[in-house]
């Protein structure tokens, strides 16, 4: 039975000065809980529940409980984001870079996409500053930042600000995946070791970067279960194919289609005689992904596709499909190049791509 709460008659008034961000999170607890309608009620709710405190058995069981049910776990993260405005708790936020890192563990592309690295190095920036902010430095606050330090790289200072201003100016525009795997240990180990910080401080700090850390979280379930952690919405489309528009640039020739949790294209050289077919939403992003990171790098390797600069005895870029070995010819490369950067450029792409990201992540 559940215990009667008592009467106003029964309560005492008692004043307290308290710092703004604690009043800050009183008001979020306000508005988030049925019955709590005010400023009064936040606080004795907070003290009867233990919503907000730090009890770091509690989080050590919550993550156990997550990563036994990771699916669920995954599909309550995401409904919690779209809902909006709603707290994740300190274990929900370890889950998250968590599976953020495992996304690069598990990776078969040499090359990623820059923002979600960017985003990873910031959210743990920020947890970093906000531990600085309610900590005193000590010897065990070094010997996890020299850790840090080790797995952002060699350039920069010697601070933890420094080494991330660094490791964020020379990000490339297709950063290395190996760089990626290194620098997103750094948030998983920061919301597992850092002494334990505030949940409502941390989902501010986190919340500018959680849309990339989840999208993250869902590539490397997908990568690691060979299946969405989210299944397609229902009625999407019903079967019905969507054709964004063609795109032609000099001999290549870019033909996409969408339905359901499908996402296609068809890459044609002039004449029809070679036909190159991308399969799935994964296997789009893997290609634009690699097509402009090879600009930078000797070649690119991805789970489908392999691209290589050109080099003797061949004055072309080269792709691999599988077995077959494709020379491109003139400006053909730079033409793909170009049909792929307006194909994703059109809005219905755009839309799509970032619905199905929800679904299979982006990496």
């Known amino acids: 039975m559940a215990e009667k709460r008592q009467s106003n008659s029964d309560l005492e008034s008692v004043t307290i000065r308290i710092p703004v961000w604690l009043k800050e999170s009183l008001e979020r607890v306000k508005g988030s809980f049925t019955g709590v309608s005010t400023m009064s009620d936040a606080v004795r709710f907070v003290m009867e529940t233990g919503v907000g405190a730090v009890d770091p058995l509690r989080d050590a069981n919550e993550l156990q409980e997550l990563q036994k049910s990771e699916q669920q776990a995954l599909q309550r993260i995401v409904a919690k984001w779209r809902h909006g405005h709603q707290l994740f708790s300190r274990a929900e936020l370890a889950f998250i870079a968590q599976w953020a890192h ?14 979600p690295v960017l985003a990873n190095l910031q959210a743990f920036g920020s947890v970093i500053a906000l531990r600085n902010e ?31 201003a660094s490791a964020t100016a020379s990000l490339k525009e297709f950063p290395y995946c190996s760089f990626a795997e290194f620098a997103s240990r750094c948030l998983e180990v920061a919301l597992r070791d850092e002494p334990t910080l505030p949940a409502d401080r941390l989902n501010d700090v986190m919340r ?140 219905l792409m755009r839309s799509e791509y970032e619905r199905l990201a929800w679904i299979y992540g982006d990496i």
């Open 134 to 164: 309610l900590y005193s430095y000590t010897d065990n606050t070094e010997g996890r930042d020299r850790y840090y330090r080790g797995n952002l790289g060699g350039q920069g200072g010697d601070s933890i600000k420094e080494k991330l």
């Open 208 to 347: 500018p970067h959680l849309a990339a850390l989840i999208k993250l979280a869902l590539r490397a379930y997908f990568q690691s279960k060979g299946k969405p952690a989210l299944s397609v919405e229902e009625g999407f489309g019903s079967g019905t194919i969507k054709y964004p528009s063609t795109v032609a640039k000099g001999r290549i020739t870019v033909s996409p289609n969408l339905i359901s949790d499908s996402m296609t294209v068809g890459i044609i050289w002039e004449g029809g005689n070679l036909i190159v077919a991308v399969n799935s939403f994964i296997e789009l992003g893997e290609l634009v992904t690699l097509v402009g990171a090879v600009c930078s790098e000797y070649q690119v390797t991805g789970k489908r596709f392999i691209l290589t600069q050109p080099m003797a005895p061949l004055a072309q870029y080269v792709m691999r499909v599988g077995g077959v070995q494709i020379a491109f010819q003139g400006t053909e490369f730079d033409d793909l190049r170009a049909a792929l950067t307006e194909l994703m450029a059109q809005p």
């Open 102 to 115: 495992q996304a690069y563990m598990f990776c078969k592309t040499s090359n990623v996409q820059r923002h």
